[in-house]
């Protein structure tokens, strides 16, 4: 579950490049809700991201992840309740480690990290259980460093240390944007399967208004940092990309009519 109650931020606040990013935001996900959010460059997505992760403070309002007020917490102590894959593959990832070494510490998130010596066998026949789920072959190249994968299979790879320990909430920051049509696809696919079997509470930021529509449970559109759209349930289901930008428009106005080319 997350909570977000009455969420303001400003960057260079005061200032002549002053910007209103959040503005009074009022959001509960549920327990397992899959939402998509869209809107155009600059509309306060990356920004809600980096607010419930822990990445800077509000000027105002309270965040709860959980059971927990997390509002003040540090961005490092955070991640004992969240995950997070970000648009470039090479973050999230340790490229000069191998494959084994990266799931070790992933499969550690929110416990002490001693010295322990290598990886233990019975870890490493789990870590391969869980790589033959990609379907890449991952499993037959724990030895391999993570530096010598393509984009797609870092960013699958990334996906799954993500959630070897389940997270309170999973943040998709973009995280297809650098991949090719196919292989986005592929890590769109994954992760769905993910998220639907693991019952995973995930926010997507997405650009692309037929992926923000086919996929999760709920729609959410900002603009100005303010929610325009909260769509559910067969409002969603029944949802077309004329139907969204016509919301989008009855929002907004024709000032705003060159976004849709961002939104495609």
């Given at each position: 579950?997350?909570?977000?109650?009455?969420?303001?931020?400003?960057?260079h606040?005061?200032s002549?490049?002053?910007?209103?990013?959040?503005?009074?935001?009022?959001l509960?996900?549920?327990?397992?809700?899959?939402?998509?959010?869209?809107?155009?460059n600059?509309?306060?997505?990356?920004t809600?991201?980096?607010?419930i992760?822990?990445?800077?403070?509000p000027?105002?309002?309270?965040?709860?992840?959980?059971a927990h007020?997390?509002?003040?917490?540090?961005?490092?102590?955070?991640?004992a309740l969240?995950?997070r894959?970000?648009?470039n593959?090479?973050?999230?990832?340790?490229?000069?480690?191998?494959?084994?070494?990266?799931m070790?510490?992933?499969?550690l998130?929110?416990?002490?990290?001693?010295?322990?010596?290598?990886?233990?066998?019975k870890d490493?026949?789990?870590?391969?259980?869980?790589?033959?789920?990609l379907g890449l072959?991952?499993e037959?190249?724990?030895?391999?460093?993570?530096?010598?994968?393509?984009g797609?299979?870092?960013?699958?790879?990334?996906?799954?240390m993500?959630?070897?320990?389940?997270?309170?909430?999973?943040l998709?920051?973009?995280?297809?944007?650098?991949?090719?049509?196919?292989?986005a696809?592929?890590?769109?696919?994954?992760?769905?399967?993910?998220?639907?079997?693991?019952?995973?509470?995930?926010?997507m930021?997405?650009?692309?208004?037929?992926?923000?529509?086919g996929f999760?449970?709920?729609?959410?559109?900002?603009?100005?940092?303010?929610v325009?759209?909260?769509?559910?349930?067969?409002?969603?289901?029944?949802?077309?990309?004329?139907?969204?930008?016509?919301?989008?428009?009855?929002?907004?106005?024709e000032?705003?009519?060159?976004?849709?080319?961002?939104?495609?």
């Open positions: 579950m997350i909570k977000l109650e009455n969420i303001v931020k400003y960057f606040k005061g002549v490049n002053e910007v209103f990013a959040l503005n009074d935001i009022n509960k996900l549920d327990e397992g809700d899959f939402v998509t959010v869209i809107g155009s600059g509309a306060g997505k990356s809600l991201l980096n607010c992760a822990g990445g800077f403070f000027d105002s309002g309270r965040i709860f992840i959980g007020d997390v509002t003040g917490w540090p961005e490092h102590q955070r991640a969240i995950a894959v970000f648009q593959p090479l973050l999230g990832t340790c490229p000069s480690a191998t494959i084994e070494q990266n070790a510490l992933a499969s998130r929110g416990q002490r990290r001693g010295l322990a010596r290598g990886v233990k066998a490493r026949e789990r870590f391969r259980e869980e790589l033959k789920q072959g991952l037959n190249r724990l030895l391999d460093k993570v530096g010598l994968l393509s797609g299979q870092r960013q699958a790879l990334t996906m799954l993500a959630t070897l320990v389940k997270p309170e909430v999973l998709l920051d973009e995280h297809i944007a650098a991949l090719d049509p196919k292989t696809g592929q890590i769109l696919n994954l992760t769905q399967e993910i998220v639907k079997g693991r019952k995973l509470t995930t926010l930021i997405t650009h692309n208004m037929k992926h923000a529509i999760g449970n709920r729609l959410l559109m900002l603009h100005q940092g303010r325009l759209l909260d769509l559910r349930g067969k409002e969603k289901e029944n949802l077309t990309v004329k139907d969204l930008l016509a919301h989008f428009y009855q929002a907004q106005g000032e705003l009519a060159m976004d849709s080319l961002l939104l495609n």
